[in-house]
């Protein structure tokens, strides 16, 4: 029996795989691509507002530089990868609330195994683009604290934004277990990082701090979030949190490009807020207001 789909409107969505627009289930990759073999790729998440893609050249930018730091060869240009994203958003008539996931993978190896020196053929560009709401609850989550511990730049770059998310996927699964939304991922000294899939906020006495970015991914969306409340006259301070900030803090939000700004209700049994705090609220009204009037028009390269 197919399971159904969170929205059935992405049941007859097409997909660019390696510079073809695919059907749904047609859209593949080989058994010898480097995202199977290893999950040797990049990717980006992208949003659609009003018929702008928000921050584009910022993922653009993540991408094509997480390419670079893999020593990926083949890599297609700029202009190459904005036009296979405007040919699937308009393809798919996608001009407000879509997401979408752009994967740059090693390619297809001549044969299985892990050397980077059996891809022979370029890079694979994948643009999988699905109507998509944002993907927690606006009321608010809850989370765990993960005993798995977030990648420090000792073992794999954080800035490279991999496919590797093995240790994001555990962090999840206890989360899973444990009944709750999401799993806060420490580092290896014991700060706070972020969630398996999110940047986080704290906010105390009025005053807003996040981690640094340094066994984190630096986001697009928690860069947008430190420029606009510091516009809105704002103090956002990062530094090393721990969790006992986080326990005592008078609020506290996640971001992300999949998940927007989420209010965190409860972590590790701790009551946050029983709603989203008023500077939480404000920050996502700004977000909101950005990202709707400014972004890339999809239709720019006709």
Partial sequence: ????????????????????????????????????????????????????????????????????????????????????????????????????????????KITSGMNPRLNQSGCCLIVLAEWKAPVYPGAGIRLISSAIRRNSPQCVDSKIHHNNLINNILAAIEANVAGVDSALMLDVNGFVSETNDTNVFLAKKGVLYTPHADSCLPGITRAMVIKLAREDGA??????????????????????????????????????????????????????????????????LK
């Avoid at 009003?50 to 991408?63: C, F, K």
């Avoid at 209010?263 to 404000?282: C, F």
């Fill in 1 to 108: 029996m197919t399971p159904a789909l969170p929205d059935p409107r992405n049941a007859n969505i097409l997909v660019h795989v390696g510079g073809q627009l695919l059907p749904r289930d047609q859209a593949k990759v080989s058994v010898f691509d480097s995202s199977v073999q290893g999950g040797d790729a990049v990717w980006e998440g992208l949003r659609v507002y009003d018929g702008r893609v928000a921050e584009l050249e910022a993922h653009l930018d993540r991408l094509l530089d997480s390419a670079k730091a893999m020593a990926f060869e083949g890599v297609p240009s700029r202009s190459q990868v904005e036009r296979a994203l405007f040919d699937t958003l308009e393809a798919n008539s996608m001009f407000d609330g879509a997401h979408v996931r752009l994967t740059l993978t090693r390619g297809e």
């Fill in 235 to 300: 103090t956002v301070v990062e530094k090393n949190l721990s969790l006992t900030e986080v326990y005592s803090a008078d609020e506290m939000f996640t971001t992300g490009t999949m998940g927007e700004l989420t209010p965190v209700l409860e972590v590790d049994g701790r009551r946050i807020g029983e709603q989203a705090g008023e500077l939480t609220g404000r920050m996502q009204a700004l977000h909101g207001n950005f990202v709707r009037k400014n972004g890339t028009p999809i239709k720019s």
